[in-house]
């Protein structure tokens, strides 16, 4: 009887940890999920108005704009033509690198979404594709996503 109360004590602690170390990870940006007239919003777009591109990433982020901004958005959050990848299915254990550079030099067979194929980037260089890739892993550590 008393293992058992052990093991539960231990539990509820280890749960207790888990809880204010989620909140304390998350504080930051909570406090941006909420917009002035109360509702909820992206985080990643609030976080992206609040947050300055540093400087490694502002030729990632250029190139992005002008090669793949149309259809995945400002800073990568979607648009009505292709997929935010600034998702948790794009994250580097899903979507590694090489996803990038062969979907900017080959294109992508829709499989994941509804918005048809992505054409093949043909005034995209694999340098640009170089540049592009860490400038939407920050962004996707930004939401946290990994
Ligand atoms: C004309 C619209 C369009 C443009 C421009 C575009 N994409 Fe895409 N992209 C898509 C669509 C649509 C998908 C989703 C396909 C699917 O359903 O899985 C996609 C998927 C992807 C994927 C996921 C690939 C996979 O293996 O599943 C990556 C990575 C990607 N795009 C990167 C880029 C990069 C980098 C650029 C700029 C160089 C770019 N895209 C420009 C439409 C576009």
């Known amino acids: 009887m008393r293992r058992v109360d052990m093991k539960l004590t231990w539990f509820g602690l280890a749960v207790l940890l888990w809880v204010v170390g989620c909140s304390e990870g998350q504080g930051e940006t909570s406090s941006k999920h909420a ?22 990433y502002q030729a990632g982020e250029e190139r992005f704009d002008e090669l793949c901004a149309r259809c995945h958005g400002n800073a990568g959050q979607g648009t009505n033509a292709g997929p935010p ?29 509804k918005f048809g194929n992505m054409p093949k980037i043909s005034e995209a260089t694999p340098d640009d594709v170089t540049q592009i890739i860490p400038y939407v892993r920050w962004l996707q550590r930004q939401a946290g996503i990994y």
């Open 35 to 56: 917009s002035d007239d109360g509702t909820v919003q992206n985080t990643v777009a609030s976080q992206d108005a609040s947050r300055p591109v540093p400087e490694e």
């Open 85 to 113: 990848l600034v998702h948790k299915i794009y994250e580097p254990s899903h979507h590694a690198d090489f996803a990038f550079m062969r979907a900017a030099m080959q294109g992508v067979r829709a499989h994941h979404w």
